[in-house]
């Protein structure tokens, strides 16, 4: 099929890094030429053009951004769950660059699945931190912590632009000292993809933690929405006798 032969021979040319047809080079975030110019370099169709792109975008070798094109995607970030270290450090011990974003700090009524994990009656009232994150000026995450507010009083007195880890300790004397976690497949939609500079549908990892102090008690929960060519999970495990 020829969007096939499309697909490999631009996924050759990104690892070579460089288009053979305009000697465009080809780095780490770099746009790709237009859609309309590729698929005359291929002559092909531009939608049998786009099929060869998506299934490089479903490989995690480029990501499309709303309304601005195909980019070459980075490396992703090494992300080992057994490691309880935030998101901030976490990027500067694979030398990139972190930046998070306030998009709102509010109380809510917890709908029933958030009610589920904080184990709380729905409706009960809980603080709802919605923040964007950033590797390398892109957005690639969309996190919102669900948090127990009788847990951490005037907690959105705090800059929660900061890492709610760094905050807790230092403010609250609690650490992070255990994490459930489950990980799935999902899309973005409207309300995440925007956020991320994403196209509706577009996948995305979804990554949900419920987060326990040192004393065991439950303290919040986060669920995140990753580009997913921007993460990998890496995780190292020893066989029990």
């Given at each position: 099929m020829q969007y096939l032969k499309?697909?490999?021979?631009?996924?050759?040319?990104?690892?070579?890094g460089s288009l053979f047809s305009s000697g465009q080079k080809l780095t780490s975030g770099q746009k790709l030429t237009s859609e309309r110019k590729l698929a005359e370099d291929f002559n092909?169709?531009?939608v049998t053009l786009r099929e060869a792109l998506s299934l490089l975008e479903s490989e995690g070798k480029i990501y499309r951004e709303d309304r601005r094109g195909w980019f070459i995607s980075p490396e992703p970030l090494r992300y080992d769950p057994t490691n309880t270290i935030n998101f901030h450090n976490l990027a500067l011990s694979q030398q990139r660059t972190p930046?998070?974003?306030?998009?709102?700090?509010?109380?809510?009524?917890?709908?029933?699945?958030?009610a589920q994990l904080l184990q709380v009656e729905p409706q009960t009232d809980v603080l709802r931190i919605h923040r964007i994150r950033y590797l390398d000026e892109r957005p690639v995450v969309l996190v919102t912590n669900y948090v127990l507010p009788?847990?951490?009083?005037?907690?959105?007195?705090?800059?929660?632009?900061?890492?709610?880890?760094?905050?807790?300790?230092?403010h609250y004397d609690t650490l992070y000292q255990q994490t459930?976690?489950?990980?799935?497949?999902?899309?973005?939609?409207?309300?995440?993809?925007?956020?991320?500079?994403?196209?509706?549908?577009?996948?995305?990892?979804?990554?949900?933690?419920?987060?326990?102090d040192q004393h065991g008690q439950l303290l919040d929960c986060d669920l995140e929405y990753w580009r997913h060519d921007a993460v990998t999970i890496e995780a190292q495990a020893t066989r029990q006798q």
């Open positions: 499309i697909k490999q021979e631009i996924l050759l040319q990104i690892e070579l092909t169709t531009r930046k998070t974003e306030l998009i709102s700090a509010t109380l809510v009524p917890a709908d029933n699945h958030i009788n847990r951490f009083p005037n907690l959105l007195s705090h800059d929660l632009s900061k890492s709610l880890t760094d905050i807790y300790q230092q459930h976690y489950r990980i799935r497949s999902s899309s973005l939609v409207a309300d995440t993809a925007a956020p991320l500079r994403a196209t509706s549908g577009c996948v995305a990892m979804y990554i949900e933690r419920v987060n326990y």
